[in-house]
């Protein structure tokens, strides 16, 4: 059984290296969609409006130097579903079996997550869950 962890993210520097410390252990896989723009969709001037970028892009280039399943993408998507939705070509590329969508901001408990394994393993029918998580 294999999981990837997908983050969509933009501007998440202040939690990003936590949350993803804390899936390490649980995941196969760990894709970090960095949004270089904000969303469209929803404010059509928001590409105009806020253009300064923190240090997300840096940290987790940092993190991938020393584990090799953390990928960072890069791009710019419209919508929060345009973003998510890209991912999925990648997951499939690495023959995930899971998909997990975290926040940058998420951080999980090591217990949570290994009894989430189990029961993904004893259920491997399961479509869908979620785990409870600490967000700052």
């Known amino acids: ?76 998507w419209d919508s929060e579903l345009e973003h998510r939705n890209a991912a999925l070509p990648f997951c499939r590329a690495e023959r995930a079996d899971y998909y997990f969508l975290v926040d940058g901001d998420e951080v999980y408990r090591r217990d949570h997550l290994e009894n989430l394994r189990q029961e993904l393993l004893a259920h491997p029918e399961t479509g869908q869950f979620i785990i409870k998580c600490d967000i700052f």
């Open 1 to 76: 059984m294999k999981i990837a962890a997908v983050y969509c993210v933009y501007n998440e520097d202040e939690y990003i290296e936590y949350s993803i410390r804390s899936i390490d252990d649980f995941v196969d896989h760990i894709l970090v969609l960095l949004g270089t723009q904000p969303y469209t969709a929803y404010n059509a001037r928001a590409r105009e409006e806020f253009q300064q970028a923190d240090r997300t892009e840096a940290i987790v280039t940092a993190l991938a130097a020393t584990h090799p399943k953390i990928r960072l993408i890069k791009g710019a």
